[in-house]
């Protein structure tokens, strides 16, 4: 092993159980967790209060320079900028949709992943995301992707977004879903896809308990955690 203890990647598209898979997954084996997405989300936020919209010209230049100046800090699931805690705030389907669309442009990518690689540089990380395997660390120590029918995500992402007090319909979260697959896996900077030495893992019709029962079983193979 590279590093002291394994990075555990975890990528997949929306929908999928990510969020509460590796959550899970990094207290039972003990190590740190970190939410990728919410990062991106987090650079949406800044950019929504500051008026960078993404059909600018010049969004790249006034995202350069606003991420010159963001200090983003992540204490596990906590997400501070400029020491301002905006957790609560990145829940919302109008940040996800920013994020998705600024996340395919080359400063904001360049900026998270370096970060993100810092944040696990000595490892003991379960990190997820659409790109950790591929772009992050694709010498992960156990890289995981999890998937399940489209249907069944655009479900369980209407009762996550319902639970929050979000009002948009289930063709709406099913419309926005399938764009945000579209783009995730169409944009030219580390587009979402499966590692080739990924695991899969089909959450359709598995619980969360039977998905990291799936994940544990190959981790406790290879005796690392």
């Known amino acids: 092993m590279k590093r002291p203890r394994p990075i555990i990647a975890i990528d997949g598209p929306v929908g999928v159980g990510k969020s509460t898979v590796a959550r899970a997954l990094a207290r039972e084996l003990g190590l740190g967790y970190l939410n990728t997405g919410a990062m991106y989300r987090a650079v949406a ?4 209060e500051r008026g960078i919209s993404p059909d600018r010209p010049d969004v790249e ?3 350069k320079e606003l991420l010159d100046s963001l200090k983003m800090t ?6 501070l900028l400029d020491g301002r805690d905006v957790s609560a705030m990145l829940s919302e389907p109008e940040i996800g949709e920013l994020a998705s669309r600024l996340s395919t442009l080359a400063v904001v990518r360049a900026r998270m992943r370096d970060l993100q690689r810092a944040a696990g540089r000595d490892g003991g990380l379960v990190m997820e995301g659409r790109d950790i395997g591929t772009a992050v660390f694709p010498d992960a120590e156990f890289k995981f ?3 399940a029918e489209v249907e ?3 479900e369980r992402r209407f009762a996550e977004l319902a639970a929050k007090g979000a009002t948009l319909s289930r063709e709406e979260v099913i419309a926005r879903l399938i764009e ?3 783009r995730d896996s169409s944009r030219e900077l580390a587009p979402l ?8 893992v089909d959450s359709t019709h598995l619980t969360v308990a039977q998905v990291l029962a799936q994940i544990r079983s ?6 690392v955690c």
């Open 61 to 63: 230049a006034r995202l």
């Open 218 to 223: 190959h981790i406790e193979f290879k005796g």
């Open 180 to 182: 945000r697959d579209r």
């Open 152 to 154: 069944v995500r655009a």
């Open 145 to 147: 992707f999890l998937d």
């Open 45 to 48: 936020l800044a950019a929504r």
């Open 193 to 200: 896809r499966c590692a080739a030495d990924a695991i899969v």
């Open 74 to 79: 992540v204490e596990g699931e906590r997400i």
